[in-house]
């Protein structure tokens, strides 16, 4: 199945520091998703985008849908060890199914 | 409502032998969706249900996986005779919505299956 390009591959951070990472596809998309996921764990939503442009935040957590909406790119402000997880992108075109990213492994250091 | 549910949470099984895996998402959520996720990589489609109707199937779900929602409630994954390359974790996700309109999906903690 196809699976988005995501990036960077992992992170690791000083705690209070600043997180970026992206999505990219070659198919156009109608809705992106970003979830955590946590060793063992099913992945845990964290935001939704639906309209191209969108930018929304959900606590320190702030994601946009890129104008081409091929892509789309979540920010972690102001990181803490709790966000220490893999982080993926999912998005959805003109059928049913959600594509998943590669996943971005984030670890924190105190 | 605590959420989406799978039972059992780990499943370990010798090659050959059927097992298979339930589902019970949120109660209000007519529609409910089957992934695989190995290790190192994002959960892949494998199936997906409006209500009681098995909408698509992604070519990744062989013969040997079959899926039900009898009553468009909770669904069961069967995989038969199975092979060491069906080890993974296999997620549930449902959501709500209707053609045209999608909304979030919400995922189950998975079940693990190893096949030895």
């Known amino acids: 199945g196809q699976q988005l390009n995501q990036s960077p591959q992992s992170m690791f951070i000083q705690e209070g520091e600043d997180v970026s990472m992206n999505c990219t596809s070659s198919?156009?998309?109608?809705?992106w998703l970003w979830y955590k996921q946590e060793p063992g764990e099913g992945p845990v939503l964290l935001i939704a985008?639906?309209?191209?442009?969108e930018l929304t935040s959900n606590g320190r957590l702030t994601a946009q849908f890129g104008i081409t909406r091929k892509d789309s790119f979540l920010n972690i402000s102001a990181s803490i060890p709790s966000d220490v997880g893999i982080y993926f992108c999912a998005g959805m075109g003109a059928g049913n199914q959600f594509y998943f990213g590669t996943g971005t492994s984030l670890t924190v250091i105190p | 409502d605590t959420g989406v549910s799978q039972d059992p949470r780990h499943k370990i099984t010798k090659r050959g032998q059927n097992v298979t895996f339930r589902c019970d998402p949120i109660?209000?959520?007519?529609?409910l969706y089957w992934y695989r996720q190995t290790l190192g990589q994002g959960p892949e489609f494998l199936t997906y249900f409006q209500n009681e109707a098995q909408l698509e199937k992604s070519r990744l779900l062989s013969d040997r996986f079959s899926a039900e929602r009898p009553k468009g409630s909770f669904s069961t994954l069967e995989i038969q005779r199975t092979e060491q390359g069906d080890s993974a974790m296999y997620l549930c996700?449902?959501?709500?919505?209707?053609?045209?309109?999608?909304?979030?999906?919400?995922f189950g903690p998975g079940t693990r299956l190893t096949v030895l």
């Open positions: 198919s156009i998309f109608n809705t």
């Open positions: 996700a449902s959501s709500f919505g209707w053609a045209g309109f999608y909304n979030e999906q919400f």
């Open positions: 985008l639906y309209k191209a442009g």
């Open positions: 109660s209000e959520h007519n529609r």
